[in-house]
């Protein structure tokens, strides 16, 4: 069994490993167990679908110790070489320095620098990359002038061609086809030396690859799908060779030459097609990929110049023509165009950009040309979170995974007992120990952990990547598994519910400082702020031509406002809940604040506080649209029959007007950022499960609180690493997607499993009861793994809810 591995740094104490050559939920539990046993690794997991393992531990995790590990247990380890010409170096600790910087790189086995020619020499498990050497050779201070593969690693084959299909079944057909024709009453038995001939390549050449991986697996004191086939075929085999030279002379019995090569052909087909199947798992990953550009139009010296995309950097200016894709996070300069982002945030109608304007790298540029300045190359884009997020929810395994490793780690030392029982048995039973002998190689064949181990990661994979096409980013498998039983959503108000762009509807003064002197003095405190509150007071006052105070010592008052000094004097604007610890009460402007905030308004009060003394200078009410979708996205959910509260810092009235809008189930207003948790805990009471949806940042400690935290991203701005779920356009109605593909998803790992355990649970006593012929158990065998691949992919067809 022959594998190749591929790294790449998940974060500073995890390597991912891409492990080729796994056959079932057998040798995943033998490569965790050999790279849990490594010195400082804290925790390894092998998803059997992706073909990957993710290890964690200590910082300086040896990749050399994984690699010894991997071929400990059976599995050969790809390395691929790279030049790197460096600048800069001018002595022999510079050469040093270098080379200690590379071998820090997860999934680097040495590195060499060469002082005299500038060249490092490094060699590296598969799946290394150029940019990630450059970009440690460039943190320790050098340049690197040109950085390049010597050779790229060796195509590993992840199964058997189609031409050893064919040549299986151009031998097994001649062996079968009497069988059938004896049905119809013609004898077109071959004769026994001819059957040889045909089974021998079959069993020890086609089937050379189940006795190296099942030899492997012995001498690592486990076992396999390949050693039970290896163990079943070679009985049928030589069954098959003591009856030809026992009954030489005489009448010869039947031989079950068909038998072994019948099995070994069908498992080849198997696997052949479980491939393809699991091919098209991964699309989503592939999708995305395709859509990062090879090379960007620079603008060097006023000169445009197409660079190699890793020779990009932050603040380069980059033309994009018509057509193109954007080969980097960046800020529009000049121009003006209609951009596709369909394949990164899952909105299917072009979205216009402008100067002022944020583009994200991948996204296809319309008709118009354009001049960004980059914000974000290489591993920092959107675009190369996007694919880590979604490798990694690919890669990891759902907690229910659990219960299938513990019943794979004894799964063929069970099956060959039971075969053992099974011979045993019939021998003692009717004292034939050949017609035993068939039976228990029967058992031996339609045995299949394959099915076991592949019946949650396909489900996942395809359900994220489906997800992933859509705008909604799955974290980990975790997230995708919790967020089935999601039973309330908290969603917060602004920029959730609402678009998050709020404008200054009145501006009522308590005194003498009329409206202009009353924004004059908002203004002054709001101008360094980018909140939309503030932004809204800033273009009023641009609006009205109305120049700003000079105020000082701005600070926040998290939760309820703003402070500033005037002169002597205290300046404070924010909530209803700041005007009520300050002891004032609205006084003439009670009847207006009621009406305002009758009409879903925000409210902010400006108080100067002269000696120590408040006095309440005026009311500031802002209207913030609710979004055309929020209305759907909550009776979505409550068709789906889940309870929507939404959490909100605003005053009790605005919060219940925009409830009372939506539809929402429970309204809590006046919720400070931190009490946010605290409220998204109370909602858990009696068991619920409580999913919080909010911007990812502001929001940041109630999407922990949550079950499941869903942040809804704006823009390139995408706070992938705060919640579980990410959505990548500000469209609610992706809430109810996610908990629906989620379901889905879920639906699918119970079917996989259910269908995997009674295939096993139903068929393994079958052949032990002989009434399974070993043929059609190894067929049974072959076509479960692909019946489980396929009912995943059905996933694939999942779309969201139609639109009104």
Same mark, same amino acid.
């Given at each position: 069994?022959?594998?190749?591995?591929?790294?790449?740094?998940?974060?500073?104490?995890?390597?991912?490993?891409?492990?080729?050559?796994?056959?079932?939920?057998?040798?995943?539990?033998?490569?965790?167990?050999?790279?849990?046993?490594?010195?400082?690794?804290?925790?390894?997991?092998?998803?059997?679908?992706?073909?990957?393992?993710?290890?964690?531990?200590?910082?300086?995790?040896?990749?050399?110790?994984?690699?010894?590990?991997?071929?400990?247990?059976? /599995?050969?380890?790809?390395? =691929?070489?790279?030049?790197?010409?460096?600048?800069?170096?001018?002595?022999?600790?510079?050469?040093?320095?270098?080379?200690?910087?590379?071998?820090?790189?997860?999934?680097?086995?040495?590195? &060499?620098?060469?002082?005299?020619?500038?060249?490092?020499?490094?060699?590296?498990?598969?799946?290394?990359?150029?940019?990630?050497?450059?970009?440690?050779?460039?943190?320790?201070?050098?340049?690197?002038?040109?950085?390049?593969?010597?050779?790229?690693?060796?195509?590993?084959?992840? *199964?058997?061609?189609?031409?050893?299909?064919?040549?299986?079944?151009?031998?097994?057909?001649?062996?079968?086809?009497?069988?059938?024709? @004896?049905?119809?009453?013609?004898?077109? $038995?071959?004769?026994?030396?001819?059957?040889?001939?045909?089974?021998?390549?079959?069993?020890?050449? %086609?089937?050379?690859?189940?006795?190296?991986?099942?030899?492997?697996?012995?001498?690592?004191?486990?076992?396999?799908?390949?050693?039970?086939?290896?163990?079943?075929?070679?009985?049928? /085999?030589?069954?098959?060779? /003591? *009856?030809?030279? =026992?009954?030489?002379?005489?009448?010869?019995?039947?031989? /079950?030459?068909?038998?072994?090569? @019948?099995?070994?052909?069908?498992?080849?087909?198997?696997?052949?097609?479980?491939? =393809?199947?699991?091919?098209?798992? !991964?699309?989503?990953?592939?999708?995305?990929?395709?859509? =990062?550009?090879?090379?960007?139009?620079?603008?060097?010296? #006023?000169?445009?110049?197409?660079?190699?995309?890793?020779?990009?950097?932050?603040?380069?200016?980059?033309?994009?023509?018509?057509?193109?894709?954007?080969?980097?996070?960046?800020?529009?300069?000049?121009?003006?165009?209609?951009?596709?982002?369909?394949?990164? !945030? #899952?909105?299917?109608?072009?979205?216009?950009?402008?100067?002022?304007?944020?583009?994200?790298?991948?996204?296809?540029?319309?008709?118009?040309?354009?001049?960004?300045?980059?914000?974000?190359?290489?591993?920092?884009?959107?675009?190369?979170?996007?694919?880590?997020?979604?490798?990694?929810?690919?890669?990891?395994?759902?907690?229910?995974?659990?219960?299938?490793?513990?019943?794979?780690?004894?799964?063929?030392?069970?099956?060959?007992?039971?075969?053992?029982?099974?011979?045993?048995?019939?021998?003692?039973?009717?004292?034939?120990?050949?017609?035993?002998?068939?039976?228990?190689?029967?058992?031996?064949?339609?045995?299949?952990?394959?099915?076991?181990?592949?019946?949650?990661?396909?489900?996942?994979? &395809?359900?994220?990547?489906?997800?992933?096409?859509?705008?909604?980013?799955?974290?980990?498998?975790?997230?995708?598994?919790?967020?089935?039983?999601?039973?309330?959503?908290?969603?917060?108000?602004?920029?959730? %519910?609402?678009?998050?762009?709020?404008? %200054?509807?009145?501006?009522?003064?308590?005194?003498?400082?009329?409206?202009?002197?009353?924004?004059?003095?908002?203004? #002054? $405190?709001?101008?360094?702020?980018?909140?939309? %509150?503030?932004?809204?007071? !800033?273009?009023?006052?641009?609006?009205?031509?109305?120049?700003?105070?000079?105020?000082?010592?701005?600070?926040?008052?998290? +939760?309820?406002?703003?402070?500033?000094?005037?002169?002597?004097?205290?300046?404070?604007?924010?909530?209803?809940?700041?005007?009520?610890?300050? +002891?004032?009460?609205?006084?003439?402007?009670?009847?207006?604040?009621?009406?305002?905030?009758?009409?879903?308004?925000? *409210?902010?009060?400006?108080?100067?506080?002269?000696?120590?003394?408040?006095?309440?200078?005026?009311?500031?009410?802002?209207?913030?649209?609710?979004?055309?979708?929020?209305?759907?996205?909550?009776?979505?959910?409550?068709?789906?029959? &889940?309870?929507?509260?939404?959490?909100?810092?605003?005053?009790?009235?605005?919060?219940?007007?925009?409830?009372?809008?939506?539809?929402?189930?429970?309204?809590?207003?006046?919720?400070?950022?931190?009490?946010?948790?605290?409220?998204?805990?109370?909602?858990?009471? +009696?068991?619920?499960?409580?999913?919080?949806?909010?911007?990812?940042?502001?929001?940041?400690?109630?999407?922990?609180?949550?079950?499941?935290?869903?942040?809804?991203?704006?823009?390139?701005?995408?706070?992938?690493?705060?919640?579980?779920?990410?959505?990548?356009?500000?469209?609610?109605?992706?809430?109810?997607?996610?908990?629906?593909?989620?379901?889905?998803?879920?639906?699918?790992?119970?079917?996989?499993?259910?269908?995997?355990?009674?295939?096993?649970?139903?068929?393994?006593?079958?052949?032990? $009861?002989?009434?399974?012929?070993?043929?059609?158990?190894?067929?049974? $065998?072959?076509?479960?793994?692909?019946?489980?691949?396929?009912?995943?992919?059905?996933?694939?067809?999942?779309?969201?809810?139609?639109?009104?």
């Amino acid at each position: 069994m022959n594998a190749n591995i591929a790294t790449r740094a998940v974060d500073p104490q995890a390597i991912e490993l891409q492990v080729l050559g796994m056959t079932c939920a057998s040798c995943v539990s033998r490569v965790e167990k050999t790279l849990r046993a490594v010195a400082g690794v804290r925790q390894a997991s092998v998803n059997l679908a992706t073909e990957t393992a993710t290890v964690s531990g200590d910082p300086g995790l040896d990749t050399q110790a994984l690699a010894a590990a991997v071929r400990k247990a059976g /599995y050969d380890v790809g390395t =691929r070489s790279f030049k790197l010409q460096i600048e800069g170096m001018t002595c022999a600790s510079c050469s040093g320095r270098v080379e200690k910087a590379l071998r820090k790189v997860p999934g680097v086995t040495s590195a &060499v620098v060469n002082l005299a020619t500038e060249q490092a020499s490094v060699e590296g498990l598969s799946g290394l990359s150029a940019a990630v050497l450059k970009a440690a050779v460039e943190r320790a201070g050098y340049a690197v002038r040109d950085a390049s593969a010597l050779a790229e690693p060796a195509a590993a084959s992840r *199964l058997p061609a189609w031409w050893p299909v064919a040549a299986g079944a151009a031998l097994t057909l001649p062996l079968v086809a009497p069988m059938l024709l @004896a049905l119809l009453g013609i004898d077109a $038995m071959l004769p026994g030396w001819l059957q040889l001939l045909l089974a021998t390549p079959v069993q020890f050449w %086609l089937g050379a690859r189940f006795y190296k991986a099942g030899a492997k697996a012995l001498l690592a004191r486990s076992g396999n799908m390949d050693l039970l086939v290896a163990l079943g075929t070679s009985a049928a /085999y030589g069954l098959s060779v /003591y *009856l030809l030279l =026992r009954h030489a002379d005489h009448g010869m019995p039947h031989l /079950y030459f068909e038998a072994s090569a @019948a099995v070994i052909t069908l498992v080849l087909l198997g696997k052949w097609l479980e491939t =393809r199947a699991k091919r098209q798992t !991964t699309d989503a990953i592939r999708s995305l990929q395709a859509l =990062r550009p090879v090379t960007a139009r620079v603008l060097r010296a #006023g000169v445009e110049i197409e660079t190699p995309i890793d020779q990009v950097v932050v603040g380069d200016a980059v033309r994009v023509r018509p057509g193109e894709r954007v080969p980097v996070d960046a800020e529009v300069i000049d121009g003006s165009s209609q951009l596709d982002e369909s394949l990164i !945030t #899952g909105e299917s109608l072009p979205v216009a950009k402008g100067i002022g304007e944020r583009v994200t790298g991948g996204s296809i540029n319309g008709e118009g040309a354009l001049t960004v300045r980059t914000l974000a190359v290489g591993a920092e884009t959107t675009l190369a979170r996007i694919i880590r997020l979604v490798e990694s929810a690919q890669a990891g395994k759902a907690p229910i995974q659990r219960l299938v490793d513990q019943v794979s780690a004894v799964f063929v030392p069970v099956v060959l007992g039971i075969a053992l029982l099974t011979w045993v048995g019939w021998v003692l039973a009717t004292g034939d120990w050949e017609g035993a002998l068939v039976n228990a190689v029967a058992v031996l064949v339609i045995a299949c952990p394959c099915a076991l181990g592949l019946a949650t990661p396909t489900a996942i994979m &395809v359900g994220t990547g489906a997800a992933a096409r859509h705008g909604i980013l799955i974290k980990d498998a975790q997230a995708l598994e919790l967020a089935h039983a999601v039973q309330v959503v908290a969603f917060d108000k602004t920029g959730t %519910l609402t678009e998050g762009r709020p404008t %200054l509807v009145d501006a009522l003064p308590a005194g003498d400082l009329g409206r202009a002197g009353l924004l004059r003095l908002a203004a #002054g $405190m709001q101008r360094a702020s980018e909140h939309p %509150l503030a932004r809204a007071v !800033t273009q009023a006052a641009e609006a009205e031509r109305v120049e700003p105070a000079d105020v000082s010592d701005v600070k926040a008052l998290p +939760g309820r406002g703003l402070q500033a000094r005037l002169g002597e004097d205290t300046l404070l604007l924010g909530s209803s809940r700041l005007l009520a610890e300050q +002891g004032l009460q609205p006084g003439a402007l009670a009847d207006a604040a009621i009406h305002l905030e009758a009409q879903g308004r925000t *409210l902010s009060w400006l108080i100067r506080s002269v000696a120590g003394q408040p006095e309440l200078l005026g009311l500031l009410a802002f209207g913030d649209v609710v979004k055309p979708a929020a209305q759907a996205a909550v009776s979505r959910l409550r068709q789906l029959g &889940v309870t929507c509260v939404m959490l909100t810092g605003d005053n009790l009235g605005s919060a219940q007007a925009v409830g009372q809008q939506l539809g929402i189930d429970e309204v809590r207003a006046q919720v400070l950022p931190a009490d946010k948790a605290k409220a998204v805990e109370a909602l858990k009471v +009696g068991g619920r499960r409580v999913a919080m949806v909010g911007d990812g940042i502001n929001d940041a400690p109630a999407l922990a609180a949550a079950d499941v935290g869903i942040a809804m991203a704006t823009g390139t701005d995408v706070a992938m690493e705060t919640a579980g779920i990410t959505l990548m356009r500000g469209d609610p109605r992706l809430v109810s997607d996610a908990i629906d593909i989620s379901r889905r998803t879920w639906r699918k790992i119970r079917q996989n499993l259910f269908w995997a355990f009674a295939y096993n649970v139903v068929g393994i006593p079958l052949a032990a $009861m002989g009434l399974l012929n070993p043929v059609i158990a190894g067929a049974a $065998m072959a076509l479960s793994s692909v019946s489980v691949v396929g009912n995943a992919l059905l996933l694939r067809r999942w779309r969201p809810a139609r639109r009104a």
